[in-house]
């Protein structure tokens, strides 16, 4: 019998290599890579080959009709947004976010209204004990729910309770990275165990129809932990954004296989719970009764969704000879040094001698290319000391030539405006603007904007 060889994979990035050492090669973190336990070689594997001895699987036809998958919808609208209409039966979600975003209340809210529609739901709970979840459903007012509640850690165990005749229909697992396998060795959380009890939680969802739900940890930077097998099996992977010195939190889907990818659901942590924002511009945006300089409001596009958020800017004089700091808040520090650099060589505007400070209101951040007008016309104001009008907003994209340049879904930007009652848009000319029912000022130029701005 043939030798098993060790490998050793990198919690990391789950690179596998057949020595040890302190560094991954692969994504360069320290001391990450572990031992994992080889893979058994039987006699079969030794005699045979893969071609023979299997069985024949079933192939149909890519025009084959099928029925479209149920969805079980939430009643949470912004929720089921971001899903596409809800939880598809068989499906797996990977959700992830900050510590104390808003994930398991989320979730927990989710469940308790499908409990009370009347679906089987089971909530399996790795980090916290049952009385806890349910101290905490009583303080968001849901302790009348009839969820299924657990404290485990084995899947083994989990899978054993919920297999039975008639399984839920909605099963949420929180966390998996503290759920074990003991089909693998190795402590709950490495990247072994975290791909084996993942997929065996996605195989039981395929075969019993139970829409699974598993609540993921991140990395420092953000990102989901763990393997990134683990995104590419699951269906779906939602990512809960926000600030937690902020009121509000964003649902959005990166990956979806049942619906598309462009939608975000708007949240507001309250004391009762998480509690949906119909209209998110109201978040972000500053009421005022008169002009303030260094303050334009940007139409961004989250998906199809627009939200309107307030840009700020301030520039200082300095005396001469001291070198101006750059500071961004929400927005790419790179993009506004683009933006300073254009304002110089094309528009004759210096702020060599000041020092510059962007904040996007309300924490937001924006990475919509549009926004490019809307901060030019920010510092403008900023550095001239006129207030740009209040019923006016501003977005198009900046090009290094100083032409400014149509953007996508310009008519739902205006039309957002327009219902908030800003009466006038700073643009460039795009089609389908004039069923808007906004005043358009279209630039062709930075130069032409910018002369428009300070009244020349």
């Known amino acids: 019998m043939a030798k098993p060889r060790k490998r050793y994979v990198c919690q990391a990035c789950g690179s596998a290599t057949a020595q040890w050492a302190g560094q991954c090669t692969d994504c360069g973190e320290w001391n990450t890579l572990v031992e994992e336990a080889p893979v058994a070689v039987t006699p079969f594997q030794q005699k045979h080959n893969l071609q023979s001895g299997g069985r024949a699987i079933l192939l149909s036809g890519l025009d084959t009709d099928v029925a479209l998958p149920d969805r079980m919808a939430t009643g949470i609208a912004e929720l089921d947004r971001a899903l596409g209409g809800g939880f598809v039966e068989g499906s797996a979600t990977l959700i992830g976010g900050d510590p104390g975003i808003g994930k398991s209340t989320l979730l927990l809210q989710a469940t308790a209204k499908l409990a009370l529609a009347g679906k089987r739901v089971a909530y399996v709970s790795g980090e916290e004990a049952a009385d806890q979840v349910r101290l905490r459903a009583r303080r968001l007012g849901l302790g009348n729910a009839p969820v299924q ?20 229909d909605l099963l949420v697992i929180d966390s998996i990275q503290t759920m074990h396998s003991d089909l693998i060795e190795g402590a709950p959380g490495t990247v072994s165990q975290v791909r084996a009890a993942a997929g065996e939680l996605i195989r039981f969802a395929k075969e019993r129809g139970t829409a699974v739900v598993l609540v993921g940890h991140v990395t420092k930077d953000g990102s989901l932990a763990g393997p990134r097998v683990m995104e590419h099996m699951v269906d779906t992977v939602l990512a809960f954004e926000g600030e937690r010195s902020h009121q509000y939190r964003i649902l959005r889907a990166i990956k979806n296989r049942f619906g598309g990818t462009d939608e975000i659901g708007v949240f507001a942590m309250e004391t009762q719970g998480l509690s949906e924002i119909a209209n998110p511009s109201s978040l972000f945006l500053t009421s005022r009764d008169e002009g303030v300089t260094g ?11 627009p939200v309107l958020v307030e840009v700020q800017a301030l520039t200082v004089r300095l005396a001469s000879g001291a070198t101006p700091r750059r500071a961004v808040v929400g927005w790419d520090s790179g993009r506004l040094s683009m933006i300073l650099a254009v304002l110089e060589a094309r528009c004759g505007l210096s702020f060599s001698s000041a020092e510059v400070y962007l904040n996007i209101a309300g924490g937001y951040r924006v990475s919509d290319p549009a926004a490019d007008l809307a901060v030019a016309a920010a510092l403008v104001s900023a550095l001239s000391e006129r207030a740009v009008p209040i019923d006016a907003v501003a977005f198009g994209e900046i090009a290094l030539s100083g032409e400014v340049r149509p953007v996508a879904h310009a008519n739902l930007r205006l039309k957002e405006a327009a219902k908030l009652g800003f009466g006038r848009a700073l643009a460039s000319t795009a089609p389908g603007t004039e069923e808007s029912g906004m005043r358009l000022q279209s630039f062709r130029t930075l130069g032409a904007f910018v002369e428009h701005l300070l009244g020349r």
């Open 149 to 168: 509640l657990a404290a485990a850690t084995s899947v083994r165990d989990i899978l054993t309770t919920l297999g039975g005749a008639n399984p839920p």
């Open 295 to 305: 303050t334009v409001v940007f139409p961004a596009l989250e998906g199809t969704r």
